[in-house]
């Protein structure tokens, strides 16, 4: 059953662990769910086009991109290709010192992220033109929300939010450094527990939901 569950009632909650300004609240619950929201796919993907141009390896985002989940490159409206993601260190390891040198290609097979930009490992050899070839990203938006505003109704607890504001607010609420320090390796811990089950139910929820298909094998009466 989806349970609704607004940002003041997880402020609120938050607020029962570490005393903190309610003016700080909502600040430390937006920096919470940016955090979250890039580790667990919690709403729908929104799809960014990037448009290509030929010898072109690096392109600007778009603001509010918290997570690309997945890319794909599309030569046309009906044939694409799954594209691998990577990161700068790897690629010099898997294509040498002078990767931004390769020949570019008709089609580009590896994405990467850096300072704001998505780059394509080989760059394109080919320009956009109609909308096609291109590259779509698949990616969960930064926003922030306020205290009337909803959570997901697909997550199973607030308590990653909870345990990761405690955690953000610890450090400045006062008190001996070595208390301060054990509080937050307290929620740290506490949020990593409840961020494990959120994974599972979320990233699991396709295969609980999958129907099960069930064959009728006719049973043979032995003689």
Same mark, same amino acid.
């Given at each position: 059953?989806?349970?609704?569950?607004?940002?003041?009632? !997880?402020?609120?909650?938050?607020?029962?662990?570490?005393?903190?300004?309610?003016?700080?609240?909502?600040?430390?619950?937006?920096?919470?769910?940016?955090?979250?929201?890039? $580790?667990?796919?919690?709403?729908?993907?929104?799809?960014?086009?990037?448009?290509?141009?030929?010898?072109?390896?690096?392109?600007?985002?778009?603001?509010?991109?918290?997570?690309?989940?997945?890319?794909? +490159?599309?030569? &046309?409206?009906?044939?694409? !290709?799954?594209?691998?993601?990577? &990161?700068?260190?790897? %690629? +010099?390891?898997?294509?040498?010192?002078?990767? $931004?040198?390769?020949?570019?290609?008709?089609?580009?097979? !590896?994405?990467?992220?850096?300072?704001?930009?998505?780059?394509?490992?080989?760059?394109?050899?080919?320009?956009?033109?109609?909308?096609?070839?291109?590259?779509?990203?698949?990616?969960?938006?930064?926003?922030? @929300?306020?205290?009337?505003?909803? %959570?997901?109704?697909?997550?199973?607890?607030?308590?990653?939010?909870?345990?990761?504001?405690?955690? %953000?607010?610890?450090?400045?609420?006062?008190?001996?450094?070595?208390?301060? @320090?054990?509080?937050?390796?307290?929620? &740290?811990?506490?949020?990593?527990?409840?961020?494990?089950?959120?994974?599972?139910?979320? +990233?699991?929820?396709?295969?609980?939901?999958?129907?099960?298909?069930?064959? $009728?094998?006719?049973?043979?009466?032995?003689?």
């Amino acid at each position: 059953m989806a349970l609704t569950r607004t940002v003041k009632q !997880v402020c609120d909650a938050a607020k029962a662990f570490e005393d903190t300004d309610a003016g700080i609240l909502l600040q430390l619950f937006n920096e919470a769910h940016l955090y979250i929201t890039t $580790q667990c796919k919690l709403v729908p993907d929104t799809t960014y086009v990037v448009p290509l141009v030929a010898g072109q390896q690096e392109y600007t985002l778009p603001d509010g991109v918290a997570k690309i989940w997945d890319a794909s +490159f599309f030569s &046309n409206a009906n044939s694409h !290709v799954p594209m691998k993601a990577t &990161n700068v260190d790897s %690629l +010099f390891y898997d294509y040498g010192p002078n990767w $931004q040198l390769l020949t570019p290609s008709s089609v580009v097979a !590896v994405y990467y992220e850096r300072g704001g930009m998505i780059g394509f490992v080989p760059a394109p050899a080919v320009t956009t033109v109609a909308g096609f070839p291109n590259v779509t990203l698949y990616y969960s938006p930064a926003t922030n @929300m306020g205290l009337d505003d909803v %959570l997901p109704t697909n997550i199973p607890s607030i308590y990653p939010w909870v345990y990761r504001m405690a955690e %953000l607010a610890a450090p400045g609420n006062g008190g001996e450094f070595q208390e301060r @320090m054990q509080k937050v390796a307290f929620y &740290n811990g506490q949020f990593e527990k409840h961020m494990k089950w959120l994974r599972e139910y979320v +990233f699991g929820r396709v295969a609980r939901d999958k129907p099960r298909a069930s064959s $009728q094998v006719p049973r043979i009466r032995r003689p």
